[in-house]
């Protein structure tokens, strides 16, 4: 698991009572995860975090189920990052679809994780994100990679793409954060964020999730 000198402050938006107790429980017993609180609903945690005047006192991560009542998760998504830009959205949910999964990382979040996932992995799939890495669940990257070989994705014409940013793009997709691809690659930590952001300009894109997922649907990457 990557270390972190500060715990993740986390904001759990989850209608399910007992899952909530079962997050509570898991992460009381983390120093590295600090669940800084949890709501059944959309509404309320718009609320709360727009009484937040201080970044300081933002999550630095919201684990956000899609199946809520009143506002969904995925119409959550635009608007928790409006109100608060700072924080990394990681979807958690029983929705395997693709139009779910594409969607949420379409609109921002830096993860999909389905609630099957165990403890363990739920922990360092956020120390992943906070890292700046990918996390998407197993069965839902095989789905999704199922998908695009059914749809035979064809490379789009006019996207220019250098080899070295297909590169960073195949261990972005490997779930490889920016100081491991610098590692991987020989080159310095600054040059794969120039990278990165040239690689998300280029596919319209905000993550690194998406940028994947993008790639993937442009037949950029190998399947």
Not at 58 to 76: H, K, T, V
Not at 138 to 165: C, D, M, N, W
Not at 198 to 217: D, G, S, W
């Amino acid at each position: 698991m990557i270390e972190a000198k500060e715990p993740v402050k986390i904001l759990l938006i989850e209608d399910s009572p007992e899952y909530r107790r079962v997050i509570d429980l898991a992460f009381q017993r983390d120093k590295q995860l600090d669940l800084i609180l949890s709501t059944g609903t959309a509404e309320r945690a718009l609320e709360v975090l727009g009484r937040i005047q201080h970044d300081l006192e933002r999550p630095d991560l919201i684990l956000l189920d899609l199946n809520l009542p009143g506002m969904g998760g995925l119409a959550a998504i635009p608007r928790l990052l409006t109100i608060s830009p700072s924080s990394k959205i990681l979807v958690i949910s029983q929705s395997e679809k693709e139009v779910d999964v594409v969607a949420a990382i379409s609109a921002g979040a830096s993860g999909y994780l389905l609630k099957s996932s165990e403890i363990p992995h739920v922990k360092e799939s956020i120390q992943i994100v906070m890292a700046g890495g990918a996390a998407l669940d197993a069965k839902v990257a095989q789905f999704i990679l199922k998908t695009f070989r059914e749809k035979k994705p064809a490379r789009q014409e006019g996207l220019e793409i250098s080899g070295r940013e297909l590169e960073i793009l195949q261990l972005l997709a490997e779930g490889l954060v920016k100081k491991q691809i610098a590692e991987r690659l020989q080159i310095s930590p600054f040059t794969v964020a120039a990278h990165v952001r040239n690689i998300y300009t280029k596919l319209q894109v905000v993550n690194a999730p998406a940028a994947v997922t993008q790639a993937f649907r442009k037949g950029l990457l190998p399947l």
